[in-house]
């Protein structure tokens, strides 16, 4: 399950990675870099966003400040990038939620495996004794009766 989930977490963000490069302009000429700084400017934190958002390597809640952080800018080049950071950041968010339910449904899983493990040595205490009842019984039966003495 966490392969497919990391698959289809990887597909969203290279799906939004090409969407956002098929709605970028194409470059301007060399006299105007002053416009694009805003535009760089704007895309950094979304960038480090996405490799915070990593699933094995990244850091969620660093992906999910810089996410929060890049939706409250509100300057034009940054609003651009809103609906690619809303979507990054519900994806940040699921994520988390689904950790911290898999780390419940972990810890639940070692509690019913130690409570098992209990069950099954004081089934084993209790087989135990009750062979040892069975050999005592058995003991006793074998022994021939006591025959009163004639007198």
């Given at each position: ?11 969203t ?91 419940k ?27 040892a ?6 003991s ?12």
């Amino acid at each position: 399950m966490p392969v497919d989930r990391f698959r289809l977490s990887f597909a969203t963000v290279l799906m939004l990675l090409l969407a956002g490069c098929a709605s970028v302009p194409p470059p301007e000429p060399a006299d105007a870099p002053v416009a694009a700084a805003p535009q760089a400017a704007a895309e950094l934190p979304l960038q480090q966003a996405l490799l915070a958002a990593h699933p094995r390597t990244g850091n969620p809640a660093r992906a999910r400040a810089l996410l929060e952080a890049a939706l409250a800018a509100t300057d034009d080049a940054s609003r651009a990038l809103h609906p690619y950071a809303r979507t990054l950041l519900d994806q940040v968010v699921e994520r988390q939620r689904l950790d911290a339910a898999n780390l419940k449904l972990v810890q639940q899983l070692e509690r019913s495996g130690q409570q098992l493990k209990d069950s099954q040595q004081q089934a084993e205490d209790l087989q135990r004794k009750m062979d040892a009842l069975a050999d005592i019984e058995r003991s006793q039966s074998a022994r021939p009766p006591r025959r009163a003495l004639n007198r």
